[in-house]
Each structure stands twice: as C-alpha cells, then as structure tokens.
C-alpha cells in the first residue's frame, strides 16, 4: 500500500478514535460506542456495542485501546476506498 495512503489512513483512525473516545483516557467502552453512533443517528443497545469491543479486542475485553479499534476500522476503510 502506498505510504502516504497508509498515513492518511492512520490518521483518520486517529481522529475517529478520539471522536470515540469521550474522556480521552485512551479506551473506548460500550458506553462511549453507544453515545457516538446515537449522536450519528445510528440505533445500536449497549449489549450490541460490547459485542463490538469483544469482536474486536477477544471476548473478555470491556473496551477498545487505538490499536484494536485501527484493527477493527481498517477493513473498512478499505472496503471504501477499494469497494
């Protein structure tokens, strides 16, 4: 991948983390999920939120740190930009 699309790439994760990311202790929970996409107009319940966390980050986890939620947004980002 070009680099300066990675980078590009890399920084809108970083600037849709921290949209996430409402206390900026650099965790997003469910509840932080949940209040973002019903400020976006999308529905989801907090159980479908942690289903999110734990899809991303292994079933035990209760949030997301940038690293995982990079890991989660990237395919689809990539599906835009190549879809």
């Known amino acids: ?10 920084d809108e994760i970083r ?3 921290d949209s996430f990311d409402a206390d900026g202790d650099g965790q997003i929970t469910a509840d932080e999920i949940y209040r973002t996409l019903q400020s976006f107009g999308i529905k989801k319940t907090i159980d479908q ?10 079933p035990q986890a209760t949030s997301l740190d940038r690293v995982s939620f990079g890991d989660m947004m990237l395919p ?5 930009l190549y879809g």
Do not use: K, N, V, Y
């Not at 991948?1 to 890399?10: C, F, I, K, T, Y």
């Not at 939120?49 to 292994?58: D, K, L, Q, T, V």
């Not at 689809?76 to 835009?80: A, C, P, R, V």
């Open 1 to 10: 991948m070009d680099p300066e699309l990675l980078r590009g790439m890399r």
């Open 15 to 17: 600037t849709l983390f």
């Open 49 to 58: 939120c942690s289903e999110m966390i734990r899809g991303a980050a292994g």
């Open 76 to 80: 689809f980002m990539q599906d835009e």
